[in-house]
Nanobody, 125 residues
Framework: VQLQASGGGLVQAGGSLRLSCAASGRTFSSYAMGWFRQAPGKARELVAAISWSGGSTYYADSVKGRFTISRDNAKNTVYLQMNSLKPEDTAVYYC???????????????????WGQGTQVTVSS
């Protein structure tokens, strides 16, 4: 599967952005999807994940209540709505896919199978 992320940009603190990740292929609904980010000099971290059906979601503590992950399996697309952005949210954001139909912890743990190119998010103070 190929993943194409978009929607990054420059925004002031307190603002919002919506990232999109379009997937190729006909088996999108078989994948859990995740959004990761990596800031300069820091390790990549999982920000949010969503199970194959969309029925389960996971958020890192740092973004709970501010970010919302969703998916549209008919459009082969996953979204990350980011509100109340902070300068510490500045990073390159990546979408990724994991082959799993588990809705327990597997969809947000372990190794993801496919990765898209990153999209830069910059939040100014």
């Amino acid at each position: 599967v190929q993943l194409q992320a978009s929607g990054g940009g420059l925004v002031q603190a307190g603002g919002s952005l919506r990232l999109s990740c379009a997937a190729s292929g006909r088996t999108f609904s078989s994948y859990a999807m995740g959004w990761f980010r990596q800031a300069p000099g820091k390790a990549r971290e999982l920000v949010a994940a969503i199970s194959w059906s969309g029925g389960s979601t996971y958020y890192a503590d740092s973004v709970k209540g501010r970010f919302t992950i969703s998916r549209d399996n008919a459009k082969n697309t996953v979204y990350l709505q980011m509100n109340s952005l902070k300068p510490e949210d500045t990073a390159v954001y990546y979408c990724a896919a994991k082959i799993t139909r588990d809705s327990g912890s597997d969809y947000y743990t372990g190794v993801y199978d496919y990765w898209g190119q990153g999209t830069q998010v910059t939040v100014s103070s």
